[in-house]
């Protein structure tokens, strides 16, 4: 099933989120509604508190960005309970988006390199040093599950030009193609 979005100003976007376990309910049928949702939306990643759960999993498929980085090729993978360890390397610019920000790319500084651990949809724990796209990519979706957005990597001066459009997309207008869930938002009287 195709998952709503979580539009940015939604207040699950900000939460850290929550470890969970094997028990979690319904925990497949949520790992398959992830993988499609992230799929329908043209995705690279999707954390779970963009589909408004509060919980540390998310979802990988670097696929996209094989023919400009070849460590992307076969780089698909579920993070349950995801853990980065250290970060690494240089610090590297990349224009970034997100399905819960729609229509705004903007440049982005992370480490080339993470050592990651976390659980897979098999509860196999794995730790592995990330490098390259994929460590771009897992950091992003990581700051998902801390209530961080990557609008909060830039600067004053570009949040005051992106200030109007972010707005909008907590108000509900705009049209990304799919749906969205948006804060409910207290009206001015």
């Given at each position: 099933?195709?998952?709503?979005?979580?539009?940015?100003?939604?207040?699950?976007?900000?939460?850290?989120?929550?470890?969970?376990?094997?028990?979690?309910?319904?925990?497949?049928?949520?790992?398959?509604?992830?993988?499609?949702?992230?799929?329908?939306?043209?995705?690279?990643?999707?954390?779970?508190?963009?589909?408004?759960?509060?919980?540390?999993?998310?979802?990988?498929?670097?696929?996209?960005?094989?023919?400009?980085?070849?460590?992307?090729?076969?780089?698909?993978?579920?993070?349950?309970?995801?853990?980065?360890?250290?970060?690494?390397?240089?610090?590297?610019?990349?224009?970034?988006?997100?399905?819960?920000?729609?229509?705004?790319?903007?440049?982005?500084?992370?480490?080339?390199?993470?050592?990651?651990?976390?659980?897979?949809?098999?509860?196999?724990?794995?730790?592995?040093?990330?490098?390259?796209?994929?460590?771009?990519?897992?950091?992003?979706?990581?700051?998902?599950?801390?209530?961080?957005?990557?609008?909060?990597?830039?600067?004053?001066?570009?949040?005051?030009?992106?200030?109007?459009?972010?707005?909008?997309?907590?108000h509900g207008r705009v049209n990304p193609g799919y749906r969205?869930?948006?804060?409910?938002?207290?009206?001015?009287?």
């Amino acid at each position: 099933m195709i998952l709503p979005v979580t539009a940015y100003g939604h207040p699950v976007l900000r939460k850290k989120a929550a470890p969970i376990d094997k028990d979690y309910p319904d925990l497949d049928k949520f790992i398959n509604d992830l993988w499609e949702t992230m799929y329908k939306t043209d995705g690279v990643g999707l954390a779970a508190p963009q589909v408004n759960r509060s919980i540390r999993v998310f979802a990988i498929d670097a696929a996209a960005f094989v023919s400009n980085y070849p460590e992307a090729e076969g780089f698909k993978k579920l993070f349950i309970n995801a853990e980065i360890l250290e970060r690494e390397g240089e610090d590297l610019s990349f224009q970034e988006g997100c399905i819960s920000i729609p229509d705004i790319h903007e440049d982005v500084v992370r480490k080339t390199k993470v050592l990651m651990r976390w659980q897979d949809e098999n509860w196999e724990q794995h730790e592995e040093w990330i490098e390259g796209i994929n460590a771009r990519v897992v950091q992003h979706e990581y700051d998902h599950l801390e209530g961080i957005l990557f609008t909060d990597h830039l600067s004053n001066l570009r949040k005051m030009v992106l200030k109007r459009k972010l707005s909008d997309i907590a108000h509900g207008r705009v049209n990304p193609g799919y749906r969205m869930l948006f804060p409910q938002l207290k009206r001015k009287k």
